[in-house]
């Protein structure tokens, strides 16, 4: 069973920096795909940013040039820097991995949620 636990959510003012992490644990053979999803009050769930195996890095227009996702794959842990918040990047962020994991002599494919951190963000 693979979990993932989150940190890093809190009230800030407009203009300031917060660090999210996302750290997963369990029989993990191996990481395709991590990313950050967030859903504001109200909306759906939206991708904010995503590292895909073998591909670039994707963001959500909105966050372009201010949010930063990394990954340290010896921790199996991705990051989220965010950077000029803005009021409107007020919600809760999820974190995503998708992979496999070892299940006895074989492995089979997840894909999993954190728990969600709540970002707020005052003007």
């Known amino acids: 069973q693979v979990q993932l636990v989150e940190s890093g959510g809190g009230l800030v003012q407009a203009g300031e920096s917060l660090r999210l992490s996302c750290a997963a644990s369990g029989p993990i053979l191996s990481i395709y795909v991590v990313g950050w999803y967030r859903q504001a009050p109200g909306k759906q769930r939206e991708l904010v940013a995503v590292?895909?195996?073998?591909?670039?890095?994707n963001y959500a227009d909105s966050v372009k040039g201010r949010f930063t996702i990394s990954r340290d794959s010896a921790k199996n842990t991705v990051y989220l820097q965010m950077n000029s918040l803005k009021p409107e990047d007020t919600a809760v962020y999820y974190c995503n991995f998708q992979g496999r994991v070892v299940t006895g002599v074989s492995d089979r494919y997840f894909d999993v949620w954190g728990q969600g951190t709540l970002v707020t963000v005052s003007s």
């Open positions: 590292i895909p195996g073998g591909g670039s890095t």
